[in-house]
């Protein structure tokens, strides 16, 4: 939402306050669906999403609650509560179907 507000794109991702080290768990699943849906070869960047969404899931299974997820009008933030267990698991899923099923 920065972006919104600033008018130009955050150099350090979404902010400390937002994730971990300017990434959040919303954001990595998005980039991972769409590397996935788009035939990335590059195995590594998708590792690198799935160890990344793996470690910040809770042990309940749940994922916490991050920052702001969308912006509309450029001024209001939305936090979208079920974004942040619905799209990590189907990025998960996604990539075990992708990976881990042709690896048997």
Do not use: H
Request: aromatic share 12%; hydrophobic share 40%; charged share 20%.
């Amino acid at each position: 939402y920065l972006a919104c507000i600033n008018k130009a794109y955050p150099l350090e991702g979404t902010g400390q306050s937002q994730g971990e080290g300017g990434s959040g768990v919303v954001q990595t699943a998005w980039a991972m669906l769409g590397l996935l849906a788009a035939g990335c070869r590059d195995r590594a960047a998708l590792d690198r999403a799935r160890d990344f969404l793996m470690k910040r899931q809770l042990p309940t299974g749940d994922w916490a609650q991050e920052g702001i997820t969308g912006v509309f009008n450029r001024s209001c933030g939305i936090t979208y509560t079920a974004y942040r267990n619905l799209f990590p698991m189907w990025a998960l899923a996604r990539y075990a179907a992708t990976y881990e099923q042709a690896e048997k």
